[in-house]
Nanobody
């Protein structure tokens, strides 16, 4: 029902910042909770952050204090602001729509995954 397109990835040095937008199609964007996940080579896909339709947020411990998730319903877009990036943050980043109003960190709580955008942090 909802199609997602992530962008904004690239190469950045440790300590730098990057902002990832995720554009969603459809007219009911504001009614969905959204999430960001990431997957490094040879690793499982891990939860990063989520935001509900009422802007309640949740973060993985590894990114808390450094990353911020937000949404602009008028633009049908969610954002992931990443500050103080570390080499361990290197991964493909995905956004997704949740089937629940208040999703957990489980990937199974989410649907309509985007194609992903590569983030590489060098030391």
């Amino acid at each position: 029902q909802v199609q997602l397109v992530e962008s904004g990835g690239g190469l950045v040095q440790a300590g730098g910042s990057l902002r990832l937008p995720c554009a969603a199609s459809g007219r009911t964007f504001s009614s969905y909770a959204m999430g960001w996940f990431r997957q490094a080579p040879g690793k499982e896909r891990d939860f990063v952050a989520s935001i509900t339709s009422s802007a309640v947020t949740q973060y993985a411990a590894s990114v808390k204090g450094r990353f911020t998730i937000s949404r602009d319903n008028a633009k049908n877009t969610v954002f992931l602001q990443m500050n103080n990036l570390k080499p361990e943050d290197t991964a493909v980043y995905y956004c997704a729509v949740s089937v629940f109003s208040f999703p957990t960190a489980r990937g199974g709580d989410f649907r309509s995954w985007g194609q992903g955008t590569q983030v590489t942090v060098s030391s």
